[in-house]
């Protein structure tokens, strides 16, 4: 089962602009994470809300999580041409994380 | 520091030879994990191992055997390698579970070209 899947596929936005992400999963979590893909590069953790949250702040970043909806959004408010990567969420489960294909954000100068 | 690191990064061969990534990570977790992520960018789980014990096999064709000397690393190793097996593998580590709140570290992935 797909413990995260992201919407949009693709988002494009300039330099300055708020860019949000939506993911939705399917079951019962214990927390929802966030990762940032930099082309040919790992997967980086930005940011975890448990079940018990409903929304966290990390500089830029703001998650909310929906527990009743099975939904989490992430947004990063005044973006940068760095910020330009592919964003992936996932649930917190046993021994494993399940992604999806990620939204890949495009920040234009 | 590199926390979690994979060789090669770069692999090119042809079908039906056996090759092994590697992968190591001095961050003191005592969770591994093989990811592969295909041209669409789907990241699958392969194989998750704690304390070098087996947890997670999802459902990988037994060509891709992986072995975990000791916490700290974890190798892929595939036979008879197939052009479906082309894709980024990534190595990845937590302390304990995702379940409990334990952010992975990933490395930065080996390139498997198969011709």
């Known amino acids: 089962s797909q413990q995260g899947e992201e919407d949009p596929q693709a988002l494009s936005i300039q330099e300055g602009e708020n860019a949000t992400m939506n993911c939705s999963y399917k079951?019962?979590?214990?927390?929802l994470q966030w990762y940032r893909q930099n082309s040919g590069r790992g997967l980086v953790h930005l940011i975890l809300?448990?079940?018990?949250?409903r929304e966290k702040h990390s500089g830029r970043l703001r998650v909310t999580l929906d527990t009743s909806k099975k939904s989490s959004s992430l947004l990063i408010t005044a973006s940068r041409a760095a910020d330009t990567a592919s964003y992936f969420c996932?649930?917190?489960?046993?021994?494993?994380?399940?992604f999806g294909k990620g939204t890949l954000l495009t920040v234009n100068p | 520091d590199t926390a979690v690191s994979q060789t090669p990064k770069y692999l090119v061969t042809q079908m039906g030879n056996d090759k092994s990534i590697k992968c190591e990570q001095n961050?003191?977790?005592?969770?591994m994990y093989w990811y592969k992520q295909d041209s669409k960018k789907f990241l699958k789980i392969m194989f998750s191992?704690?304390?070098?014990?087996?947890?997670i096999n999802e459902t990988v064709p037994n060509r891709f055997s992986p072995k975990s000397p000791d916490k700290a690393h974890l190798n892929l190793h595939i036979n008879s390698l197939e052009l479906g097996d082309s894709a980024v593998y990534f190595c990845?580590?937590?302390?304990?579970?995702?379940?409990?709140?334990?952010?992975?570290?990933f490395g930065n992935g080996t390139r498997l070209t198969v011709t």
């Open positions: 990845a580590s937590s302390l304990g579970q995702p379940f409990y709140n334990s952010p992975l570290h």
């Open positions: 079951t019962s979590i214990n927390n």
């Open positions: 809300i448990r079940s018990n949250e």
């Open positions: 996932s649930g917190g489960s046993n021994y494993k994380l399940t």
């Open positions: 961050l003191g977790h005592d969770t």
């Open positions: 191992y704690n304390n070098k014990e087996l947890i």
